[in-house]
Each structure stands twice: as structure tokens, then as C-alpha cells.
């Protein structure tokens, strides 16, 4: 018999389990050492690699064409498992398509530890995709550390991987370079994988008090501030979005600011903006119950992506400065809870009618727009999973982004292309603006049936004046259904890769 106090939440349970393992070694080698599986690359046409040791009829009788993404496995005399990974046309492989080919790899060799890549194209800086070494290390270990990434603290018998270590072999690398890549490519999953931990937390697992803990333990980790906002601060800074919003809610809301400085003068000063719901219910405009709303978990997906970003901040040397506004609560129905007919009060003294309390995402955003805007940031980017219509317009694998100011928007769309997190951009068509008008305050947090991204997105932009701005929905890409390529089934971690890469290059003007 147990005499334990029966705990709805273990004790043991771990916010961020990705940060309690040990990372496999990856390096790159000019000859392989023991290994328990070979990935070779093997383009679509023209000679096989003499190391596959078949040919290419032989191969395509196995259904093997070679196309990027795809594998073979092959048994072998020797016991090492070889693995033909799909490399497309001869010489041809890009940035996305090494990143694509490594996860491939580690997903054919699930049960093995040590595993080497021959790279099986030379690298003189000229290939066709104009990559260089740098990059390509920087890829490959994307590829390799995303798609080995899942989710086990709660399983009582979790299945550990085993990848213990990866050897790269290539011609003619500047392995200098390519190391330095690895390197980089190390710390953008780290963060990555700490956006995926948070979203796949059960809801009452991690509330927003909960987030704001991790979030004091990761500043003093990796090197950012943190000021936890309560709710008598929260009242204190007039935020009657995100009050609103709470005000069903068992748990307290918490406003995360986090703030990264670099050494020296800043080349600018960016700021970014979490959606932050903990659960989304709907609220009293509740959600009807769907598989659907298993998802719901992942609202806070906006919030975890910005905390991600400033965990590989200082180790990348970012030149700018970098203010974040997470916005956490719950949106509940109880007998507290914000109603259909409510007028809010934001910070910015703007006038909210709630038509909806499932358009809570908005509500808690506006207000943190509004203190980035006070904050004198030179750009802000908000990312949040904001409208099931983003979803069904654009799918699970690619976001949309509106703005208000082109080069910003250009630069995030920029960003989300080299780190493979696909953007496309829709416009912030100002002729719908009048859907949000409200016959008692200054504006409503609901648009008309169509354009639902489009309408949430006029409504943001309210609160960022002239301030250059541009907003991302993740409502669709937060999550994949399956293992695919870099993401693996479940919370992808979808815009921590994009937004550290745009903080990296970011200057103010
Ligand atoms: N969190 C949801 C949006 C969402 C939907 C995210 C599906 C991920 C997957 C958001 O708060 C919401 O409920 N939006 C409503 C807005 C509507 C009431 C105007 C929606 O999209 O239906
Ligand atoms: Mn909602
Ligand atoms: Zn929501």
C-alpha cells in the first residue's frame, strides 16, 4: 500500500525534460570510426556511391528514386545497418534539403547509437545552392537533433533514444566552419526543443505562474532578464486585455517580460510579443468538444517560441537588443468569468467590446503591444496562434504574416526561409477594419465570418500606432500530426527558429 498523498501533479514532473539529457556528439571526421549504421547519400540519377555497394536498378526495385527526404534501409554482411538517404538531383541538395535528409537519416536508424552520414558531394564554397560550410553544419544538425526530439516524461515506460553520436563525412569541408555550424545549430534546437517541452506540458501541468518560474530559471541560465508581472501588477499597468481574459480563471495570469542586452552598443531594439493562453476553453463562448481542442494546450505556442528565442540569444552572440511580452492565463468559463456584452479597458485607454470570449488571444496581446510601443522598441514582432482560420487557409505548414511596415515584414519572411518554417504573407486589407466596429466602445474583439486571420490581425494593429510591426500566426503550424522531416509528431516549436535568426540580423533600420 502507497500511503503517499495522492499528487494530481507529480512532484518529479518536469517542465523542460529536453534540458535534463545529454546531447548526442556530432563531429565531423575525415574517416569513419566504429559505427552501428552508414547514411549515404545517394542522388536521384547517375552513379551510386561505391559505399551503398548495390546498384541503381537494384535500388529503385526497392522503391528507392533517391527524392530528398526519402530512405533505404539496407542489410548488410557486416552488421552495420547502411541507409540510402535520398539526396534529388546530383549536386543539387540546398539548405532545406540537407536539413530534411539528416532528420530522414536519424529517423531510419531509430534504434541505433552511433551513426555516420557520408555527405557523399563535395563542398568547395561553390555549390549550387551558393551554401557554405558554416551553413551546412549548421543544417545538418538541425536536421539531426529536431526529428530526434520527443516527448517522453510522462510515458512510465518511455522509449530513451539512443543516438549517441553522428560522424559527418565530406570532401573538401572547411570543417573549421563546419564545426562552428554544429555549434549554432546545437543552440537553435536547444531552444527549439524548450518551445516543444512547454507546448506539450499538460494544461494543468504548466500554468502561467508555472511559465514564469521556468522562465526565471532559463534568464539565469542563458544569460536574460525576467520581471514577472502578478495580477495587483497587472491592474496596477491598467492591462484589461489580459485581466479580462483571466478573470474565469482558478489561476492567477502572469505578464513575463524578458529582456536581452548585448555587450556593447546595439545595432537596434526588437521587440517580440507572446500569446501566452495557457488552456483555451473558449470561455463562456466554449468550445464544443473536438479532438480539435486537445490542442488547446498549445496556445501558449506564441509565448514559448519568444522564451525559446531568448535562451540562444547571448550563446549567438546577438548585436541587438531584445525586449519580449509573454502574456499567460487560461481563458475559462466560471461564474467570474468576462461575458458576451463586456466592455475592457486596455493600457492604451482603447475600448474593447467582447462579442466572443473565444477571440481572447487578441485581448491579451493588445495590451503587451501597447507596452512594447511605450518601451521605444524600433520593431515589434508578434507571434501567436491566433484563428482556426489560419489554419484552414494556409494548413500545418505554413504560417501567415501581416504587417504594417514591408521591410520588417520582409525580413521575418526572410528569416522563416532559411530556418525552413514557412511564411506567406496576406494582406492587412484596411477595407474590413469597419467589421470591428462596436455600437458601444471603440472597437470589438470580433470581425465578420470571413477573413478571420485578416480581421484578427486589423485589430492588433490598433495598438502599434506607427511603430513598424508585423504579426505571425502559428494557429496551424504550432503543431504537426506526425513525424515529418524536421517536425516531430506534436508541438513543433513552430517560430523559434525564425525569430532568432531575424534577431540575429536585426538593426534598426
Ligand atoms: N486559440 C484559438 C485559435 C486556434 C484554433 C489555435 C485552432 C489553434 C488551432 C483562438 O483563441 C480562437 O479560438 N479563435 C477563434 C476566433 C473567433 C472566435 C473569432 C477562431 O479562430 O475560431
Ligand atoms: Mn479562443
Ligand atoms: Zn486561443
Known sequence: MNHEPYKLIPEDFLVLPSLGGSDPKLHFVDGFGALDAIGVLVPSEGDVPESVGLHRETLESAGFDGKPGTTLQ???????????????????????????????????????????????????????????????GQVLAEGVLLARYSYETLKSRSEPTTLAEVQFLGAGLDTAAATQGLETGRVKVRATAIARDLCNAPPSHLTAVGLASAAKELGKRFGFGVEEFNKDQLIELRCGGLLGVNAGSAQEPRMIKLSYQPDGSATGHLGLVGKGIMYDSGGVSLKPSDPMHLLMKMDMGGAAAVLAVFTALRDLGCKAAVTGFLMCTDNMPSGSAYKLGDVLTTRSGLTIEVKNTDAEGRLVMCDALTLAVEDGVDGIVDIATLTGAALMSLGQLTAPVFGNEQHLVDRVLESGRRADEQLWQLPLERAYRPQLDSDIADISNLGGPYAGSTTAALFLAEFVGDTPWAHIDIAGTMQSDKDDAWRSKGATGFGARLLIDLALGYSAT
Open 74 to 136: 539496407l542489410a548488410n554482411a557486416s552488421g552495420t545497418l547502411v541507409v540510402a538517404v535520398g539526396g534529388g538531383k546530383p549536386g543539387a541538395l540546398d539548405a532545406d534539403g540537407w536539413r530534411k535528409a539528416a532528420a530522414a537519416l536519424v529517423r531510419a536508424t531509430q534504434k541505433h547509437s552511433r551513426i555516420g552520414f557520408e555527405l557523399t558531394q563535395s563542398f568547395d564554397g561553390t555549390d549550387a545552392s551558393g551554401m557554405d560550410a558554416e551553413r551546412l
